[in-house]
């Protein structure tokens, strides 16, 4: 008889066992010696949670809003690229299980299915954006989204240049040939070919990403969506400042799930710098190492509107597609809510910055 999954760090041994090494190793790794990818993960083992008792816990609700938009958890789905190499149904399952589950889904840019096939139902969907050196093709991917009942624009502001990620490097990471960058099929930009020495992604970014990304930018995005638009990758108060006075609908505490730039904090250490610096101005979410309800109920309790997760969801969809992405949000929303019962708390905003304490570290 086959063990029961009971974590979600059991999706994750599956793949290991399950995925090719071209996309396993492009899925899991970090930038250079993934410090900033363990680090993400470990920094919830330093806050601890400060339960508050008999306060009758007999109906917890998990369900809140991000940007207005009703969602039935703060537990919402990162965009990461190219899911069709983790499940044949890669983006569409994923949205699938995000509508079953009433939560949003964040949609790459460089997904392996279209922009316009993943807007199915009626479940909240925000596309990620990478702006081009070409900006015709990112204006219309903005319109696309738009047209297609996309909600919001998460620009993310954190890959100007691809980092340095060494298993893709030795592997001459491709996409495989059967599937494309499915947004760009009729600009000639679609393919990601193996590249001489180098990944093929960190050549496909260098020749078609813009490295002169700047808060201009952001305001060239402001001027084309109709629709809010975030930026995701900011990590420092000084930033987060400029993003409010750019003025962004809100900011996704990121560090690309460690994959940038090597040794940069881990997400939840900056979560509370952020947040004191946008003083509720706009919503601030984080994404980076969230594996268990108790993780997420610290980000709520730093600061944090709402959780995005990246690696798990493509764990689960390669363990069962959009079934398994469901099975692996119901057992991180129970955690949350089972965290949430033990704390002494019945919904979401009942949690605070009195119920985790981070031992040996002064309070900002
Ligand atoms: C395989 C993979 C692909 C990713 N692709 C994108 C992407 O296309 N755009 C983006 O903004 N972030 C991308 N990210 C970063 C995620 O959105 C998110 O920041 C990160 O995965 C969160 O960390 P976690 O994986 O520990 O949950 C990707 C991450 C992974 C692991
Ligand atoms: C830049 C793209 C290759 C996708 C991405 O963000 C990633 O692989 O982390």
């Known amino acids: 008889m086959t063990k029961p999954l009971v974590s979600l760090d059991d999706f994750e041994q599956h793949a290991l066992r399950n995925l090719d090494r071209n996309a396993l190793d492009y899925y899991r790794s970090g930038a250079q010696d993934m410090i900033t990818l363990r ?62 589950r009433s939560t949003c889904m964040v949609l790459s840019s460089w997904s392996t299915t279209r922009i316009e096939d993943v807007a199915v139902g009626s479940g909240v969907k925000w596309l990620q954006l990478y702006v081009y050196k070409d900006r015709e093709a990112t204006r219309r991917l903005i319109e696309r989204a738009q047209d297609s009942g996309y909600t919001a624009i998460a620009l993310t502001v954190d890959t100007p240049f691809l980092g340095r990620r060494l298993p893709d490097i030795r592997n001459r990471f491709r996409l495989p040939p059967h599937l494309t960058m499915a947004n760009f099929v009729d600009q000639g930009k679609a393919q990601v070919g193996a590249a001489d020495n180098a990944s093929g992604l960190a050549a496909y970014v260098a020749s078609q990403i813009d490295p002169t990304l700047n808060w201009s930018h952001v305001q060239w995005v402001k001027s084309v969506a109709r629709i809010p638009v975030l ?73 944090a509107r709402a959780v995005f997760l990246g690696r798990p969801v493509l764990w689960a969809l390669n363990y069962n597609g959009e079934d398994g992405v469901v099975e692996m949000l119901d057992m991180i929303n129970e955690e949350l809510r089972l965290a949430m019962s033990l704390a002494g708390c019945i919904s979401v905003t009942d949690i605070t910055r009195s119920h985790v304490t981070i031992p040996n570290q002064p309070r900002l």
């Open 39 to 100: 680090e993400n993960q470990r920094a919830f083992d330093r806050v601890f949670i400060r339960p508050r008792v008999l306060r009758d816990v007999s109906t917890v609700s998990l369900s809140t809003t991000i940007l207005g938009q009703h969602i039935a958890s703060p537990i919402c789905i990162a965009p990461t690229a190219m899911q069709r190499m983790a499940h044949p149904d890669g983006e569409l399952a994923t949205a699938r299980a995000a509508e079953r």
């Open 231 to 303: 930026v995701k990758g900011i990590l420092t108060a000084e930033d987060a400042r400029l993003a409010v006075d750019a003025g962004v609908d809100g900011i996704i505490v990121s560090n690309h799930g460690g994959r940038q730039l090597d040794t940069v904090p881990a997400t939840i250490d900056v979560l509370e710098e952020v947040c004191r610096a946008v003083d509720g101005r706009i919503e601030v979410y984080l994404d980076g190492g969230v594996r268990r309800g108790t993780d997420v109920f610290k980000a709520l309790a730093l600061g």
